[in-house]
């Protein structure tokens, strides 16, 4: 058990809104969608691993069965490392969804040894940072559509830790650290969710409130890659977490609390941690940091100069 476990204690039904989840079918994305889905919201599952995704959505249900008016769950495929993907994922939810109350931006790699996205990019920074930039942006004006809406951005504690490197963000120089460019990709997350809501308000556009969080500590799957840099390591892990860690269903509190709690319908470009608001770390809060990160992430997924995610969709 984590040695802080706060719990969402909202009660707050999402009959007839609907989730975006990536990368959920396992961990704390998969508990996630099981508390949005007993809430009454039709959640799509945007996962690598369809089959999987898919397994999971059926062992959602069969948990749930004791719940009264349940929602709905539909898995697409979406590979965050692959920007021709991601984009024929956003037009698949855009041609296909009504509308898109929640974006839960959960995917991602962790320490893993390096390599590259389709595209060429670090995988932690291509994965975590730019797939879920360049899908956020597709999809922002179905979003914008909603009544009341909110983008999350699941991000983590290391990113105090974390530097831009702008002069290599791809690590094509400097020695590689797994750590380090997951770090880096994390404090991207924090950056992205502050800029996305400092550009929406600028636009005069009220009804999309972003957040970005730390889980916790979790026992979860990213720690698969632990032994690539010690024989041994993940099993070490793994053993320590049982005393340290929180468990997948305790890790989604505030990604649920960021989703659904009247306390915080209010905020938006704010940082949390164990359902609460928290300062993040001062580079994450640095406005010519967060403009910069902005302006070379669009560049680097390939927008058009022209594009303005912040128009309201029409077919």
């Given amino acids: 058990m984590g040695y802080s476990c706060s719990k969402c204690v909202s009660n ?24 949005l889905y007993r809430r009454g919201a039709k959640v799509i599952m945007a996962c690598r691993n369809v089959k999987a ?13 004791d719940y009264q008016n349940t929602g709905d769950l539909q898995v697409v495929h979406l590979d965050l490392s692959n920007l021709k993907l991601v984009k024929e994922c956003s037009e698949k939810l855009i041609k296909n969804e009504n509308r898109i109350d929640l ?3 959960n995917g991602g790699v962790m320490m893993c040894p390096f390599s590259k996205t389709v595209d060429g990019y670090e995988m932690h920074f291509g994965t975590n940072h730019l797939g879920h930039f360049l899908f956020t942006l597709l999809l922002l004006p179905k979003i914008i559509q909603s009544r009341h809406s909110r983008v999350i951005l699941v991000s983590s504690m290391v990113h105090y830790g974390g530097v831009i490197d702008f002069g290599d963000l791809n690590y094509t120089s400097k020695p590689y650290s797994g750590l380090a460019a997951y770090k880096q990709s994390k404090l991207a997350n924090v950056l992205f969710a502050k800029e996305l809501a400092r550009r929406l308000q600028e636009r005069n556009i009220n009804n999309v409130n972003t957040y970005s969080l730390h889980p916790g500590v979790v026992a979860t799957d990213l720690s698969r890659h632990f032994d690539t840099y010690l024989t041994g ?3 070490v892990y793994n053993f320590l977490a049982k005393f340290f860690a929180k468990n997948a269903e305790q890790g989604a509190q505030t990604t649920i609390y960021c989703a659904v709690h009247e306390n915080c319908a209010s905020e938006t470009g704010l940082y949390y941690d164990d359902c609460k608001v928290k300062k993040p770390c001062a580079d994450a809060e640095n406005l010519d940091i967060a403009k910069k990160l902005w302006d070379v992430s669009w560049e680097l997924v390939g927008l058009e100069k022209s594009y303005d995610p912040f128009r309201r969709y029409s077919p």
């Avoid at 707050?12 to 508390?35: S, W």
């Avoid at 397994?55 to 069965?65: F, G, L, N, P, Q």
């Fill in 12 to 35: 707050v039904r999402l009959d007839g809104k609907t989730a975006v989840v990536t990368g959920c079918n396992v961990g704390i994305g998969k508990e996630t969608v099981k508390d």
């Fill in 53 to 65: 995704a898919e397994e999971a959505a059926e062992d959602i249900r069969k948990v749930s069965t």
């Fill in 103 to 105: 974006l839960i931006n």
């Fill in 233 to 235: 390591l993940k099993n």
